[in-house]
């Protein structure tokens, strides 16, 4: 079992910057954990994810703008936004399931665990 909790989110004009956190507890296992958001009227959306080992992956629509990193000796994941737009307006949610990010992560029904999740606000 893995319990996560975000903070972080806010409001921001847009080409500001937000930081998320996420503190994990319970995983020692090979896990991927990453985030998605979720805007209102639009599915759910994987955004970034990180590996064990530290590999990264993301999104097209947030390349070069968002950074995935993890501080394993704080079980704390983060999300660095930059350059934020209007359209990354969402609830941020981190998620994790066990084994490699792989095709499968980014579709959240093969996600099993959930943060309660965080507002991101970008005004124009």
């Known amino acids: 079992q893995v319990q996560l909790v975000e903070s972080g989110g806010g409001s921001v004009q847009a080409g500001g910057s937000l930081r998320l956190s996420c503190s994990f507890f319970?995983?020692?296992?090979?896990?991927?954990m990453g985030w998605f958001r979720q805007a209102p009227g639009k599915e759910r959306e994987g955004v970034a994810a990180?590996?064990?080992?530290?590999?990264?992956s993301y999104a097209d629509s947030v390349k070069g703008r968002f950074t995935i990193s993890q501080d394993n000796a704080k079980n704390t994941l983060y999300l660095q936004m930059n350059s934020l737009k209007p359209e990354d307006t969402a609830m941020y949610y981190c998620?994790?399931?066990?084994?490699?990010?792989?095709?499968?992560?980014?579709?959240?029904?093969?996600?099993?665990?959930w943060g309660q999740g965080t507002q991101v606000t970008v005004s124009a």
């Open positions: 319970g995983s020692g296992h090979t896990y991927c």
């Open positions: 990180i590996v064990t080992d530290g590999g990264t």
């Open positions: 998620a994790a399931r066990f084994g490699d990010c792989d095709s499968l992560w980014w579709y959240p029904q093969n996600v099993p665990f």
